[in-house]
């Protein structure tokens, strides 16, 4: 059983850096075995938003200064962006700039002071940091429960590590499994028709797929101005590839919230430690 100040060391070691930025390197060396696998210190009568914080904690271990960021969206994620900002106010971070996934995060970045630039002026970043809805034992995820998912996926995509916070609800063993949305961005032209063809892509698992409403009623509209399929599975995809796939062919699908093969590391935070998971 490790202690927390021992995970930290580790990802403070120049080698484990650089695992971290390149997925391909954490296959083959031996060492990441452990880093994986370490379980920190119970830590008592947390509560989930604690629980969240210690895996943004951890995350920020990760930044130094001079990255171009991803800033994740969710609650997860705000914390990170807070703890950022306070680094930067106090120095402990300099030059660092950040790309925001959601209008939301933008807001809480710019009230922190923390520089902002645009995929179009950084098409490479060098880490992002997010939250997620589900993680499965191969750290494929689900996201966009916070209507996030589009820049998200294009930010995260277009970083060179991605790592992701997440307090241990969030774990399944395969995605779906919660019974909570699988989000599907469409567009508002029509939706009822993507709505449907979404669902019966799934009949076998058992999908319904519902309209995302705000608390008006409303058609929930997303920071690119379009709607939200989210769809309920009885049962857990099978396979995350085929299913993007096939989703991915329906005309008017925007994106959906299957983010597979993406995440570098994964840091779970439970009522047990923070635990940091890589392939
Ligand atoms: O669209 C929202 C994002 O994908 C979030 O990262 C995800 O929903 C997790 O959010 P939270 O940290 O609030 O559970």
């Not at 370490?38 to 951890?58: F, G, H, M």
């Not at 009949?203 to 519902?210: D, I, N, P, S, Y």
């Not at 995302?212 to 709607?227: E, H, L, M, S």
């Not at 983010?259 to 430690?273: P, R």
Request: with cysteine; glycine share 8%.
């Amino acid at each position: 059983m490790a202690s927390l100040s021992f995970l930290s060391s580790l990802h403070h070691t120049p080698s484990s850096h650089l695992i971290l930025r390149n997925p391909k390197a954490v296959k083959v060396r031996t060492f990441t075995v452990s880093f994986s696998s370490i379980r920190a210190q119970a830590v008592p009568a947390l509560t989930q938003d604690d629980l969240k914080k210690l895996a943004a904690d951890k995350a920020v271990d990760y930044v130094k200064s001079g990255m171009v960021l991803g800033l994740g969206t969710g609650s997860t994620a705000a914390f990170v962006v807070d703890k950022l900002g306070h680094l930067l106010k106090t120095g402990q971070l300099k030059d660092i700039i950040g790309i925001p996934t959601s209008k939301r995060t933008e807001e809480q970045a710019k009230s922190l002071n923390i520089p902002l630039t645009t995929l179009d002026d950084h098409p490479v970043l060098d880490l992002a940091i997010d939250g997620a809805d589900e993680v499965d034992p191969d750290l494929n995820l689900v996201k966009g429960r916070g209507g996030a998912l589009l820049r998200e996926k294009m930010v995260e995509a277009a970083s060179k590590s991605f790592v992701v916070v997440a307090d241990e609800t969030k774990l399944v063993t395969g995605l779906g499994g919660s019974k909570l949305a699988m989000p599907v961005e469409v567009v508002q032209f029509c939706w009822k028709f993507n709505l449907v063809r979404l669902q019966d892509l799934f009949k076998e698992l058992g999908c319904e797929a519902k309209l995302r409403v705000d608390a008006a009623g409303k058609p929930y509209v997303t920071d690119n101005f379009n709607y939200i399929v989210d769809l309920y599975f009885e049962t857990p995809i099978r396979d995350g590839v085929s299913a993007g796939k096939e989703i991915g062919k329906l005309e008017g699908v925007v994106e959906h919230g299957l983010f597979l093969d993406m995440a570098t590391a994964v840091i779970i935070a439970g009522k047990s430690g923070v635990e940091v998971k890589t392939k």
